[in-house]
Structures are given as structure tokens and as C-alpha cells.
């Protein structure tokens, strides 16, 4: 495509021009030869003739974005009413605050910006930095844990594949045939345990007894005159147990307990019957102990046994023919190769903290706050009288109960109207939108006007104001209000409407241009 932007004397030269014609002192504006060079060359001829200066802000969080013309035809070209950002087309990056304090020309509100833009930039890119670092350590930390997890069960194994000798040299074989022989070993020792102590436990049950008859003949006649007879534990005929009660009744009743009879007789050598039984008990105990120590003794060669048993097993075990030599080859490399692999992820010392750049984060967050605070003292004033003219202004433009508004920096704007309900900008109807934004843009001029300080140019477009639901009587008004105010604060206003109805008013009939019936407007 190419495009050619003509400057003329008047609107009837150029609307039968289609290029330069010198002679009629019509003129090229730009030229361009593509839709990119024309936007370039468009917003480089607004942003001059409009003494517009770019708009910056942070990027992404890691760099910085200029905003042009475009933003700035967001804010002159009122949107929509069915967009919600009160300044502008666009919410985001903060835009609608930014254009608020370039238009009010704040003071320090240029550099509060920059200021702003780098520290957010600064503080971005350490915070990346920090988690990347972080990430890496993480990295780092989770693949050492893994190697060295792997390296320990590859030591491990190594260890159990490892050619190891016996202390005396011996063969495999050798190694089994002492493992043979000492199970034989343990398991005759184990026999021979068994052995002594079912003795033992015979010698300990005679003991016993033998206890039982001392007592019982040291303090029983009867026990003294069966001393020398049977001790029957059942009934010689039936072979029952013979009962407590009937042993009871021999020690107490001196009658027999396997047939009930009473034991008679003469008690004459009560002494010898005594000393007799204490040899007995003397005996019984002697054989006791030393089956006690024959099983002491037995059991510990069975533990020597079972030892020695289990070394040569261990030994077995570790111990391995020529062809497993190259599982332990295989096993040794393992290791090595971890080992190294391990080598090339050290321990990450601790992360570094950069000097210049904390030292840069604190001077911008110095000057931020200094000029945040210097900016919100110079607002306070401007935006009481702000308010007061954008709320008068929104009644003059049909907005009856409009009571109050309150604008911040950021262009968030608080509404107040029927009776004290208070909504935000983006909860109003369209056309009440439409009311506002026009109010704010108005009240901009006036009292950047008033207070020297304002850098808006002066120009507004509005499409089809009634297309936002804007009624015919309120229409009339706004247009009226309209070219008053155009003319009062020297603005440029250019409102496009298909109703030509709105401009039949007299006040503003001499600033109406309008398309003959069938031709276009220009």
C-alpha cells in the first residue's frame, strides 16, 4: 500500500486533490509505502505537533515499555462506553494514572515515573535472578542427593562382590568342606546339649525330692517309718495319680496314701533315718551342679561351634571363583564413574549478593518515596478542585444526581449519587461513562488551566455520543455544553454524529460541518 497525508488552504482544495499541486499550496504532510511506516510516520507528526512526550513503564517485569501516540489517541479519542478504563483504551501498565499526571502535569511526575519503571525493573530482575538461583541450587541439591544415593548402593554392592580370602589362604572348596563339617559339629553339640540338660533336669527333680524328704522325715514319724519303702507316684493296679489329699492324710493322719491305712510301727531310730536322708539330699544336690556345669559347658562349645560356623559361612559368601571376577569389575567402575559424576555437581556456596545493584534498589526506593510524596502533596490541591469541576461538569451534562466525585492518581474514580450510594467508574451505564470521561477531560483543561500547569492539547473526539445511551434531551445539552466550553477554554472538540438534529441549536450551528445529501463528508 502507500498513502499520502496533503495539507491545504481550505477543506474545498483538498476534496478534489489527490496530491501535492504546489500551485494551489497544497502540500505532502508525510508519505508512506507500507502500514508500519505510516503508523511510525503518524504518530512521530502527533506527538510533535501536540507536544506529547512518550509515556514509559515496566515491561514483562525485566524491561521497560515506551507508550506513543496510540496511548495518547486512547485518552483524546474518548472510548467507547463500553470500555471501563476512565482515561484511555488500555488498563494495563498503570496507563490511565500515567496519562492522568502527564495531562495535570504534576510536578515530579515525570521523573516519579522513570523512577518508578527503573526500581521496578531493578527490584524484577534481582527477584528473577534470586529464583533462578534458587531453582539452581534446587537442581544441584536434588541431583547430588541422587548420585550419592546412587553411589552408596553401588559401594554396597561393590562390597559384596568383592574377591575376599579366608586369614589361611584357603579354596572355596576347603572353605566348604569346613562349613560341612562344623554343621556336624553343631548339630551333635546340639544333641549333646539336649541330653545334659533332660540330666540336669532328672538331678534337679531328685534334688527335690530329696528336700521333700528331709523336711518330711525331720517332722513326720510316719514319713520316718516309710522312709525305706516305695514312693509310689500312681496306683500300682489302676495306674491313677495317686491325689494330694490322700498325701496330705499320710503326713497328717499317718494313714497310707494307696490304701488308706494307718502306718503303725516303732519310731526307733528317728536320727539315722534323718541322717540318711540328708546324705541323700547331699548327694542329689552334687549331682545337680555338676550337670549344671556339664550343660555350661556344652552349650558354650555349641556357641563356639555356631561362631565358627557362621565365619566360614561369611566367608562363602564373600569369597568368589574367577568368573565372577568381572561382576566386581563391573561393580568397581560403577563406583568410579559415580564418583566422578558426583565430582562434576558440587555444593553451590551461597548466593552472592550484589552490592552495586542493592545499592541502586535503595537509592531508587529513596527516591521514590521522596518524590511519591512530594507528587501526593502537590495532588491533594489539584484534585479537590478536580473533583469539584468534573462533579459540576457532570450535571451540566445530564448526570442530575451526581452529589460528589473523588479521582486518585492512579485515574480510579469513586461516584456518589443517589443519596449517598458510592460505585466505582466501571459500574456506571455506558452513557453515564461517556458523561464522565468528557467531564474529566474537560476539568483537566480548566484546572490545569487555572493552576498553570496543564500539558493536555486541548483535544477531544467523541463518536456518536448517542449510541451510549445518551437520550435526545441530554444529547442536546451535552453538545451545547460542548461548544460552550470549546469556546470559553479554547478547545478543540469534534464530535461525529449520523443525527443531524443535535446541531440544529443556534449557539453551535456556525461550527457544524456537514456532508451533502449522497457525497461524503471529505
Sequence with gaps: MSAVVLAGPDMAALASTRGPDPAREIFPVLRAQSSESFAEQVQAFMMDRLDLHPLVSTYKETGTQTHG????????????????????????AGLPGRLLQVFLDLPAAAALTRVKTALGVRVATRKSRQTAEASAAAQQKGKREE???????????????????????????????????????????????????????????????????????TESATARLLFHGLDPKACPRCDQEIEEERRRGEREAHACAVCSRPVDGP??????????????????????????????????ERGQLITELAAVEDQLRLARSAADLPAWVAAQERVLRLEGALSVYPELPPAKVDPVEETAIKVLKAADKILDEESKKAAADVFHDLNKEIAELGRRFGMTS????????????????????TDGFGDQSAGARLR???????????????????????????????????????????????????????????????????????????????????????
Excluded: M
Design 402 to 421: 451526581l452529589e460528589r466525585v473523588e479521582i486518585d492518581r492512579a485515574a480510579h474514580l469513586k461516584v456518589t449519587q443517589d443519596g449517598g450510594i
Design 267 to 300: 519310731d526307733d531310730a528317728p536320727e539315722e533315718v534323718k541322717a540318711e536322708a540328708e546324705i541323700r539330699l547331699e548327694a542329689s544336690t552334687e549331682a545337680e551342679r555338676l550337670a549344671r556345669r556339664e550343660v555350661d559347658r556344652a552349650e558354650a
Design 69 to 92: 501516540w496510540p496511548a495518547y489517541f486512547g485518552a483524546l479519542y474518548l472510548p467507547a462506553g463500553g470500555d471501563k478504563a476512565l482515561l484511555g483504551d488500555h488498563a494495563a
Design 147 to 217: 548420585l550419592q544415593h546412587e553411589l552408596d548402593q553401588a559401594i554396597a554392592h561393590l562390597q559384596t562382590v568383592s574377591p575376599v580370602k579366608s586369614g589361611e589362604g584357603e579354596s572355596l572348596a576347603d572353605l566348604a568342606s569346613r562349613a560341612v563339617a562344623l554343621a556336624g559339629l553343631v548339630a551333635d553339640a546340639q544333641q549333646e546339649c539336649t541330653d545334659l540338660l533332660q540330666r540336669h533336669r532328672l538331678a534337679k527333680s531328685e534334688r527335690q525330692r530329696n528336700v521333700r524328704q528331709l523336711n518330711d522325715v
Design 436 to 522: 464522565l470521561r468528557i467531564a474529566v477531560a474537560v476539568a483537566l483543561l480548566r484546572v490545569g488551566a487555572a493552576k498553570q500547569l496543564s500539558t493536555h492539547p486541548g483535544l477531544l473526539l467523541i463518536d456518536s455520543p448517542k449510541a451510549e445511551e445518551v437520550q435526545d434531551l441530554d444529547a442536546h445539552t451535552l453538545v451545547r455544553e460542548l461548544s460552550a466550553l470549546a469556546e470559553a477554554e479554547n478547545l478543540q472538540i469534534l464530535v461525529t454524529t449520523a443525527d443531524p438534529d443535535l446541531f440544529k441549536d443556534e449557539k453551535v450551528k456556525g461550527s457544524v460541518l456537514e456532508a451533502a445529501a449522497g457525497k461524503p463528508l471529505w
